[in-house]
């Protein structure tokens, strides 16, 4: 039986262990091991789905947020393959076909039922094949197209590093072209900045060129420094110098009198938005981000989440928090996993985004142990910009 594993690059070495485990119970295991990318590993990618009998999707954080493992497993659905979710780590569990699909938890692979429990899943997958579960789809769906956007600067960097063969007039359009894919994107811009900065401290590359190079950098605006980090220490350090000079003017005017126990500062109040479910069990509250719910953030910088819960669930349930932008899930994004939640208590999770973006709502869901029951859905309105 040849089987198709889908995973994220960050959980290699388990992803080794996994192949070596189904090649010692006499399968075949497939997993691309090409770190390149690029149109011609994608084929590759979509020829191993095509000829596999089964496709096993590794369950991790990265995994279920890849826009690559979303393309795989979307393809692999469209093919009527068999799919069996083996969970490697926690990780929340995509919606639709997936979720309801009953997985095999092999967190740790010195668990022997773990083993035998994926084991027994194959057997049955195999008797399943054999009965004809499974047959292609008429008419058969045409390849998927390459799940990311091509590199506008791939070609311009491959010509770079051999720029001194290059005749002076290539390099010339070299710079205009540069200079164009620059008002692009913001990321598009830093990258075609490095690039005309080494052309033009490059000695070797023609005065003329050089010259063009160093005009186009001036229009091409240096990413600003965001002032907005020190302006809020600055109004917290006035505002706490004028209640220490306030409280010295209150002790020496009224000496008899004792002062007043300082008022805590309000909660942020945040607008919650209902989602698709809500239960008397579960209660999350008193909810903290941080930074506030409006701010402009760098790529990778992470959000913190901390709240207050009532659970009343024997058996406990787990929060997972999540970025939105639209009604997706946001690209790029990365989130921590969930402990197990029980009784009363304080939580915290976090999540980052690693492409340009803007999140606006952020998604609270409280699920069973198992993750198969949602007890509660809700968003908080936000404002973050990833850039």
């Known amino acids: 039986m040849k089987i198709f594993i889908s995973y994220a690059r960050a959980q290699r070495p388990k992803i080794e262990a996994l192949q070596a485990l189904l090649d010692r119970g006499g399968y075949e295991a497939w997993f691309d091991r090409d770190i390149s990318g690029g149109e011609d590993w994608w084929r590759s990618i979509v020829r191993s789905i095509q000829s596999c009998d089964v496709y096993i999707f590794a369950l991790t954080p990265d995994s279920t947020s890849s826009a690559a493992c979303r393309a795989e497993y979307a393809y692999a659905t469209e093919l009527n393959k068999p799919i069996l979710p083996v969970l490697l780590a926690d990780a929340e569990l995509p919606v639709g076909k997936l979720r309801a699909t009953q997985y095999v938890d092999l967190r740790s692979f010195k668990d022997a039922d773990a083993i035998l429990d994926l084991n027994r899943a194959l057997v049955r997958l195999s008797e399943r094949i054999a009965a004809n579960e499974f047959p292609p789809p008429v008419p058969y769906p045409r390849d998927p197209d390459f799940p990311f956007p091509p590199d506008p600067l791939e070609t311009i960097r491959t010509q770079i590093e051999k720029i001194t063969t290059l005749p002076e007039t290539d390099v010339l359009q070299i710079v205009y072209q540069l200079q164009q894919i620059s008002r692009q994107s913001a990321t ?37 420094q965001r002032s907005f980090r020190w302006r809020p220490l ?21 000496p008899s009198v004792d002062p007043p126990p300082p008022t805590p500062a309000p909660a942020l109040e945040l607008e919650l938005i209902p989602g698709s479910a809500a239960s008397d069990q579960v209660d999350i509250n008193a909810v903290q981000l941080s930074p506030a719910a409006a701010a402009s953030l760098a790529l990778g910088e992470q959000v913190t989440i901390s709240f207050a819960y009532r659970i009343d669930v024997p058996s406990g349930v787990r929060i997972y928090v999540r970025p939105v932008t ?14 197990l939640y029980r009784g009363e ?40 910009r990833f850039e």
């Open 326 to 339: 639209g009604d997706l899930l946001t690209s790029g994004y990365g989130a921590s996993g969930s402990p």
């Open 188 to 224: 598009t811009s830093v990258e075609a900045r490095k690039l005309l900065e080494a052309i033009a401290n490059d000695r070797r590359v023609p005065f003329g060129v050089v010259e063009l190079a160093r005009s186009a950098l001036t229009q091409i605006p240096r990413k600003r």
């Open 345 to 384: 208590g304080t939580g915290n999770a976090n999540f980052t985004v690693n492409n340009p973006a803007s999140v606006q709502r952020v998604r609270f869901q409280v699920w069973d142990a198992n993750q198969t029951t949602l007890f509660e859905e809700f968003f908080i309105a936000v404002d973050y």
């Open 234 to 254: 600055r109004l917290l350090a006035l505002t706490v110098g004028l209640v220490v000079i306030a409280a010295v003017i209150l002790i020496f005017a009224f």
